[in-house]
């Protein structure tokens, strides 16, 4: 017989090592086994976590309202681990200040590119304000790009007869569609569009009351 065969196995050597009967040698080993895979479970629970690469994303300060100007008190900047950053998200606040934002951002919600009006909101100029018009036909949007010279139409609140509101208005940009149905107040595409600020007023609160029209020039 090889010397092999004449060696002890690690099981005998174990059971050897445990004293008592068979059945109190299991109990033993079954207990002893557990312990093991309990220390095993809190070194692996106590352990480091691996380590994360983070990135500066600009997210507002406070709550911004769609058509505001962005200056550098609304921004701030955190930092995100890399895979949950969002996409086009802005690493610092130069990137946004004196753009136009196109939709409302909540406190610590990120900024990112299409968030903003771009060339055409910097081009505004003083005396100018950015104003949200909710459109009530939205197949309109379609034909609208950021640049878009538009007269807003609403109506005369005496006679009813359609009346402009705010001649050769710029878009600067046209809003994603909103889901919602028809009928309820979110229903209708939103555009962004800029007009002297003694007019902005006015077809804010048209847009509000209903939605509005616009003629392209």
């Not at 050897?16 to 070194?43: D, E, F, I, M, Q």
């Not at 500066?56 to 950053?85: F, N």
Request: charged share 20%; no cysteine.
């Amino acid at each position: 017989m090889s010397q092999g065969r004449l060696a002890p196995r690690w099981r005998d050597r174990i059971a050897s090592a445990v004293p008592g009967s068979g059945w109190r040698r299991l109990v033993l080993l079954r207990r002893l086994a557990a312990g093991l895979l309990a220390t095993a479970a809190l070194v692996l629970a106590l352990a480091p976590p691996a380590a994360t690469t983070l990135v500066p994303v600009v997210v507002a300060a406070t709550d911004l309202t769609a058509g505001g100007t962005v200056a550098a008190a609304d921004l701030a900047v955190r930092y995100w681990p890399s895979e949950l950053a969002p996409g086009g998200a802005l690493p610092e606040p130069a990137a946004a200040e004196g753009q136009v934002l196109v939709g409302a951002a909540r406190a610590g919600e990120p900024i990112t590119d299409v968030r903003l009006a771009g060339a055409a909101a910097r081009s505004a100029g003083p005396g100018m304000a950015a104003v949200p018009v909710r459109l009530a036909d939205p197949g309109v949007s379609g034909l609208l790009r950021p640049g878009s010279r538009v007269d807003v139409v609403g109506r005369d609140e005496a006679s009813g007869d359609p009346l402009v509101l705010a001649p050769d208005a710029a878009v600067l940009a046209v809003l994603p569609a909103e889901d919602g149905p028809v009928g309820s107040g979110s229903h209708g595409r939103l555009i962004l569009v800029t007009m002297p600020r003694e007019l902005a007023t006015r077809v804010a609160a048209a847009s509000v009351a209903d939605g509005l029209a616009i003629t392209l020039r």
